[in-house]
Every structure is written in structure tokens, then in C-alpha cells.
């Protein structure tokens, strides 16, 4: 019986397998083997230089500029997405009747549109002329800002639309860790006198860890995966002060067809996102309980 178990999950298993195998696993290791060749527009046939192409890359100061957006990216976008997502779970959890479904409903919206389509809508909204937050500065007497071709605002701009595009999913995922926790927790401590941030400190946050690692893992690989909202709204500008790992990974593949320094970059971006994964769980992990 332990065997049929075995080769039933095995079979389950292996289509999943297979298609990561083709599509996932397979061109890893291709990429990396593809880093250690000098292979661009100006030599053709794949030249072998083992590390050279790695030694470019941490030479080049365009590198530390994109990976520096792309760390101001990542700390802002995952504190602010994940607090937004937690705070707006807690208000939908209360009880409203059939209304909760409708702010449920309304918050996850955002989740539901094409990455593109959302660029688009923010592309009009940041609109330096017609845009909704220029007008409203206007209104408000403050200068309009040129939200997508000033240096200074370009990435805050990209930050902005992230959050809107991202908090929905999260939301949902601490609601449903929200919905988890037994009730008869908060009635032991309204009894015993506990304010509503101290359930929210002692009851809510440590029997959401599991859902809260979760959230975390996903926002960290999505804002390292940050490419479409860049390609539709500024293309990496001005003065690449928006070009992030992947759309510089896109540059040097697919715009100079330098394939050597992309897969070059591949597996550097792979092999950092990697760590940080294992350092999440490695610091955080242990911490997390799933029994209630």
C-alpha cells in the first residue's frame, strides 16, 4: 500500500515536474552555462571567456544604478503593500453584511486587470496635462509634477502604481489567515480585558505568521520580477532612474543582443533571489508556527 501511495503521488506529481523541468529547470542551466560566453552582435559564434562576462558586470556603474532602483523599489513597495493589505483585511473582516462583499470585491479589482492594461490606465492618470493627480495638485495650489519624465518622481510614480496593482492579492491572502483564527481566542481576552491592539498584537499578528511569510516570499520574487509597468510607462527613464534588474536583463538580450552578458545577468538575478529567499526563511521561517 505505501508504494502505491508512493507511485499514485509520484504520478500526480510528474506532469507538474515535467513542464518545470522544460520551462523552468532546463533553461536555468542553460543560462548559466550561456554566461560563461562572450556571444553578441559582434561575435556571432559563442566565444568561451569563463568569468569575464561577471567581472563586466560588477565593473559596469550602470549595474549598481539599476540594482540600486531595484533594492528602493523592493523596500518600499513590500512594507507599504503589505501593511495597506493588512490593514484593509482587518476592516473587511468585521462584520457588514452583504457590503463586505462588495469592499472585497472593489479592493481585489485592481489584482484582476492585465499588468499592461494597469500601466496604460496610470500612463493617463500621471498624465503631466490631464492626469487626475496633477489636477488635484492644481487644485490643492501645489506646482504640477511631471510624474514619468522627472528624474526625481519617475520611479516614485512606478512605486505608486505597484502598490494599487499588488495590495489586492495580499489583502486577500491575510483575509483568508484572518478568517483561520478561531473566535473563542478574542472572547478569552475581551474577558480578561485586552484592548483591540493588544488582540491585534498577541492574537491576530502571531496566528497570521503563517499567511504573513507567505505574503512576504510573494511580494519579495514580484518586486524583483518588476518589468511590465517599466516597459509601458517609462522604458527605464529618464536617465534610467526607473531600469530595473529584469527590464536591463531585457536590454542586453533582447534590445542589444549581447545573449552572453544577458544570461550573464539571468543568473546573477536568479542566484540573488535565491538567497534572499533562503535568507527569509532561514531568519524568518523558524519563527512561524502553522498549528492553531
Known amino acids: 500500500m505505501r508504494r502505491t501511495y508512493r507511485l499514485t503521488t509520484y504520478g500526480y506529481l510528474l506532469p507538474g515536474l515535467f513542464f518545470m523541468g522544460i520551462f523552468t529547470f532546463i533553461p536555468v542551466f542553460v543560462s548559466a552555462y550561456l554566461s560563461l560566453f562572450q556571444w553578441n552582435i559582434n561575435n556571432p559564434e559563442p566565444n568561451f571567456t569563463w568569468f569575464s562576462n561577471y567581472i563586466e558586470v560588477f565593473k559596469a556603474p550602470l549595474f549598481w544604478l539599476v540594482l540600486r532602483n531595484n533594492l528602493i523599489y523592493a523596500f518600499t513597495t513590500i512594507p507599504l503593500s503589505m501593511s495597506l493589505a493588512l490593514f484593509l483585511a482587518i476592516l473587511i473582516n468585521q462584520k457588514m453584511g452583504w457590503i463586505r462583499s462588495l469592499y472585497r470585491g472593489s479592493l481585489f479589482y485592481p489584482t484582476m486587470i492585465p499588468m499592461v492594461a494597469a500601466a496604460m490606465l496610470w500612463v493617463w492618470i500621471f498624465n503631466p496635462g490631464l492626469g487626475i493627480f496633477n489636477y488635484y495638485l492644481g487644485f490643492l495650489g501645489f506646482p504640477k509634477i511631471e510624474w514619468l519624465y522627472d528624474m526625481r518622481y519617475a520611479l516614485i510614480a512606478i512605486i505608486i502604481m505597484s502598490i494599487w496593482k499588488n ?86 538580450a533582447f534590445r542589444f543582443w549581447d545573449l552572453g552578458m544577458g544570461s550573464t545577468l539571468t543568473t546573477l538575478f536568479i ?3 535565491l538567497a534572499a529567499i533562503w535568507l527569509v526563511f532561514r531568519v524568518i521561517g523558524r519563527r512561524v508556527y502553522y498549528e492553531v
Open 167 to 252: 495590495f489586492g492579492y495580499y489583502m486577500l491572502i491575510f483575509l483568508a489567515g484572518l478568517q483561520g483564527i478561531p473566535s473563542h481566542y478574542y472572547e478569552a481576552a475581551a474577558i480578561e480585558g485586552a484592548t483591540g491592539w493588544k488582540q491585534f498584537r498577541y492574537i491576530t499578528f502571531p496566528m497570521l505568521a503563517p499567511a504573513t511569510l507567505f505574503v512576504f516570499v510573494v511580494a519579495i520574487i514580484s518586486s524583483f520580477q518588476v518589468f511590465d509597468q517599466v516597459f509601458v510607462m517609462t522604458q527605464g527613464g529618464p536617465g534610467d532612474r526607473t531600469n530595473v534588474l529584469v527590464f536591463y536583463i531585457y536590454q542586453h
Open 271 to 273: 542566484l540573488g533571489l
